[in-house]
């Protein structure tokens, strides 16, 4: 077909901008509140279910296995052994700490579940499954009812664990 | 006790990268010019695409088009953050002058939804800041009578 009279034809442009962006409201519920409002206080609260007796760390209101109500809150002093863990080589957007760095699952003396957070005071090279951590607290000012409220966890010292546990 | 709450939000820098006929359509809104593309059949589709939908074979020449057309349905909508009108206003088809199909937009009829109605003849109102993106088009606008 013959190409229409008029203005020639723009140059094609070859990508556009497509942001995503979804608001939303996190609301923690009744259960994680508890969690929450242990952290600004810098405690690790934990949960028993009355039925099977598996303790959450963080604990939610209802057993996900039981649907029980959990029974009231305790203290775990917050020790626990890296479950496993990654390392996170590669810059990408919004990231706010600067790779590379280590998020683990930690495994808490006491609890039954695991709970995520990143390890530091320790080269990624040397972070190993079965390595006991502690938490590391930020200052009284910036304690919040927030994950945040602990910077991140440390090696203890102590080798819970060997290399023949690693994955 | 009452459950916390916090704002959470989830963003995605996407680019997108486009074909030649989508390239060369948002190119022309750049320009403040609206193109469509020649599908089989002789058809005409606006937005441009680079497959026609109904036989999925490759379309063919650009068009250029009047940027004017008929409202062919429409829903009334309140305003919210990232619309492109500060006021309520109507998501619309309009069937472009010249074209096949309908063309989704808004339509800006000052915030009275008893001026919207099927039928009626709106034109393209150009933004002024132009980047060659669908959004070069601010919405359609009642023609004049």
Redesign the interface.
């Known amino acids: ?1 013959s ?2 009279p ?2 020639p ?22 259960g ?3 969690f ?2 242990g952290l600004a206080e810098r405690k690790l609260l934990a949960r028993r279910c009355p039925g099977c007796s598996q303790v959450y760390l963080p604990p939610p209101e209802f057993c996900s296995r039981c649907l029980t109500e959990l029974e009231a809150p305790f203290e775990l002093d917050g020790r626990g052994t890296i479950a496993t863990f990654c390392v996170v080589s590669f810059p990408f ?2 990231q706010t700490i600067e790779a590379p760095y280590v998020v683990a699952h930690i495994h808490h003396h006491g609890a039954d579940t695991r709970l995520m957070h990143l390890i530091g005071d320790v080269a990624p090279d040397e972070v190993r499954i079965g390595m006991e951590v502690e938490p590391v607290w930020v200052g009284e000012d910036q304690l919040t ?2 994950m945040t409220s602990i910077r991140h966890y440390r090696p203890t010292g102590v080798a819970i664990g060997s290399e023949s546990t690693r994955a | ?18 074909g ?5 359509f ?3 809104l ?2 403040a ?1 609206l ?1 469509g593309v ?1 599908a089989p059949g002789g058809r005409v589709l606006c937005p441009a695409v680079e497959f026609d939908p109904e036989t999925a074979e490759e379309t ?5 088009l009047a940027g004017e057309g008929t409202v062919v349905s429409w829903t009334w909508v309140s305003t919210r953050e990232g619309d492109p009108l500060p006021h309520d206003f109507a998501w619309a088809l309009v069937a472009i002058d010249g074209t096949d199909g309908s063309f989704f937009h808004a339509v800006d009829v000052g915030g009275d939804p008893g001026r919207m109605s099927t039928g009626m003849r709106v034109r393209v109102r150009w933004r002024e800041v132009r980047v ?2 669908i959004g070069d088009i601010g919405c359609f606008e009642p023609v004049p009578v």
């Open positions: 077909m190409a229409e008029g203005p034809l723009p140059q094609p442009i070859t990508s556009v901008k497509s942001p995503f962006r979804m608001d939303y409201t996190y609301v923690a519920g009744a994680r509140s508890v929450l409002r957007p919004g009812t927030s | 006790m009452t459950s916390l709450s916090a704002p959470y939000t989830v963003e995605f820098p996407f680019d997108r990268t486009v030649p006929k989508v390239g060369t948002l190119a022309g750049r320009e010019r193109f020649r063919g020449e650009l068009v250029e060659g993106e």
